[in-house]
DNA sequence: CATCCCTTTTTACATTCTTTTACAAGTTCG
DNA sequence: CGAACTTGTAAAAGAATGTAAAAAGGGATG
């Protein structure tokens, strides 16, 4: 899902606009004008990425960066008036993680947001472990490499979307699989009924594996229903 | 080697009549006019010494300080007019080394210039020792000295953007990088569709690092979706 | 400062991959 | 059996990638 930013700045010309901009950058963007509303935002919905303006009325930036980085590991940009130096400097003593100076230029303000949002996720990002390899039958799925390879050693080389598919076939092996199903698999996509990606994608897929293509013996077709991965050894 | 200053000052008048008598001081002397400039310099060349003007258009010194003092041990010393007093302080707050006031007496900052440059040299001995290399697969990444060196020890020359890639690569392997990230991930650059550099570098590096550059084992493009680095060791 | 050399970026075109289209062939069920 | 529908698949269209070569920078040198 789309990151989520929080503004929290109390002029409401810079804040909308500046929403604005950056949901038609694909983010999610709450709005704030003070501490107390960002607190009620954050608590429904905990945000990746605070942008807070430094001078405001009641509660103000620096404050708001102390308690929050107290608090968790979120995101912090202060937007600084350019001769605010000192505020600056403690702000980022006080664990705000980049700033910028207003008037600010739009460009570097989102290449901060998104360097930051991915220095984030990066710290996130849990490694997951993946099996290197699936073997079925004779043949061998190399995850990392995206490719195949059977067993003699010899290397299939696989396009993106027939590896995602034949990588989806292995993870459901015996089970019938709507073409619907596939496409979310593969990549997210609504299927329509006039789709016939995945009747291609199979057919070259068959022309790889099977021994006789238009008598297959993995993939199986299960007429008005999908397609059925069944390797000979489950 | 002759020891590597960087004159980073946005006035051009002071620039190079500093970096004039400091070259007559046998320093190999750089100049740059911001903070761009200085890490292109950086990049291709690293730093013995940074001298950082405190007030410049753009990003200041006190940010420099901060980023260069996050990312190596050069040496930093600030130029800081004489009212400054609060800057100075929090210049050192912030990992400067040494300042002096402008107008600055030239003897007395080449004094300080040759302290600190001792200091240093004195350290780095044992930083080169521990200076990290990464190993992967049969390669081996030298950072110090920007290089690539294979299993029988043959050293493979890189340029400066063939190095920040593969150093990008290093440090995500088995994950898929868009080519967004790419650019992000080696100079901060925004990416617009039309853009091919990472492109045309992945087939650089491919030349270099793969057995069959058509059929690549290292890098792999995921269609549509960037590339990803695949070391046989994850 | 002009010039050279090396690196980086852009351009242009070839190639490859993905999706759509079109039609042939197969399946279901009255 | 035959109409209605589903699947197979070649081929076209549309995108993305590979890559050589031109253009643009940038620093070094005289």
Redesign the interface.
């Known amino acids: 899902m789309a990151q989520h930013i929080v503004i929290v700045e109390d002029d409401a010309v810079t804040r909308k606009r500046l929403a604005a901009s950056l949901r038609k950058q694909m983010y999610r963007v709450s709005e704030a004008e003070n501490a107390g509303q960002m607190e009620e935002v954050i608590a429904r919905d905990p945000a990746d990425l605070l942008l807070v303006d430094i001078n405001m009325e009641g509660k103000d930036g620096l404050t708001i960066t102390r308690e929050q980085r107290a608090a968790s590991k979120v995101g912090i940009i202060l937007l600084t008036s350019r001769d605010d130096?000192?505020d600056?400097?403690i702000g980022?003593e006080m664990g705000a993680d980049d700033y910028v100076t207003k008037p600010f230029d739009r460009?570097e303000l989102?290449?901060r947001i998104?360097?930051l949002l991915?220095r984030i996720s990066e710290l996130s990002e849990v490694r997951q472990k993946?099996e290197p390899v699936a073997q079925v039958g004779g043949w061998t799925l190399d995850h990392?490499?995206?490719r195949l390879v059977d067993e003699s050693g010899t290397i299939e080389?696989l396009?993106?979307?027939e590896f995602e598919l034949l990588h989806a076939f292995f993870r459901h092996p015996g089970v019938i699989l709507s073409r619907d199903r596939l496409l979310d698999l593969i990549q997210h996509r609504q299927w329509d009924p006039d789709n016939r990606t995945i009747d291609v994608l199979v057919g070259r897929l068959r022309k790889k594996i099977e021994t006789n293509p238009s008598n297959p013996d993995w993939i199986i077709t299960v007429h008005g229903e999908g397609y059925l991965f069944a390797p000979p050894d489950i």
Do not use: S
Request: hydrophobic share 45%; no cysteine.
């Open positions: 130096q000192i600056r400097i980022l460009r989102f290449a998104k360097n991915a993946v990392l490499r995206r080389p396009t993106r979307a």
